[in-house]
Structure formats: C-alpha cells, structure tokens
C-alpha cells in the first residue's frame, strides 16, 4: 500500500493521532492517506456518545467490537482517524466530535473547510 506520510491542516509534519487503540486507515496511529483509502481517513477525532450514536445511525457502529478484525470497539474520548465526509455529515448534523488539528490529514480540506475544523479544535489555544 502506498501510504502517503503528509502534512497537516497547518502544513507541518502531521502528528499521532492514537496509539491505543491503534488508529488510522494504515493502522500507524496517524491519520496519513493514500490511494486505497478511498474514504479519505484524515480526522483526527475524539469520539463522543452523540457522535457514536449518529455513526452507528448511518450504518457505521463504531462502538461495537469486531475481535475477528481486531477492531476494539471505540467509547467517548477515544481518538480516531474518521473518514472526512463523515466529519462533515457530522457537522451538518450539529453532532462534529471534536478534532486535534496537528494529527488532522491536509488532505481533510478536501471535504471540509480549516475554518469548521478550527471551531472543533483540541489543539488551539
């Protein structure tokens, strides 16, 4: 796989998003891309129940666990690597999780604009 080790949404190095549990589309706990994530897994994000609760509604159960994928299961304050439409999806739906900026995937801006990332923001001081 072809992983593309980029920049973040402020042009820098991007940063970890989650160790534990393992995140990201190539599972390196950074939300880096390429060209088989075609979902474009570029948000870092931390999990809250509203958001949960609006995946698992359009079909995503984020929450449960898969051991046979080794998927854990995410609860409120986890981090992870979300797919940037869903982010916005999210936003839409007044329910967008918070997100650290540093471990957020440049090519995020794709799909949603650095201002609504910014009003979301872990990382800003």
Not at 1 to 8: H, I, L, R, T
Not at 9 to 20: E, L, N, Q, T
Not at 31 to 42: L, R
Not at 92 to 117: K, M, N, Q, Y
Request: glycine share 10%; net charge negative.
């Amino acid at each position: 796989m072809a992983k593309v080790e980029g920049k973040n949404v402020f042009g820098r190095d991007i940063g970890a998003c989650c160790r534990s549990p393992l995140t990201g589309f190539y599972r390196d706990g950074c939300c880096n891309t390429g060209p088989e994530d075609t979902g474009s897994h570029t948000v870092c994000a931390q999990m809250t129940k509203e958001f949960l609760a609006f995946s698992r509604s359009r079909g995503n159960d984020l929450s449960t666990p898969y051991p046979a994928t080794g998927f854990p299961g995410l609860s409120p304050g986890d981090k992870w690597c979300l797919c940037a439409a869903r982010w916005k999806e999210a936003l839409d739906a007044g329910v967008a999780p918070p997100v650290l900026l540093a471990g957020t995937h440049e090519d995020a801006l794709r799909f949603v604009s650095f201002e609504d990332l910014a009003k979301h923001a872990l990382d800003l001081n």
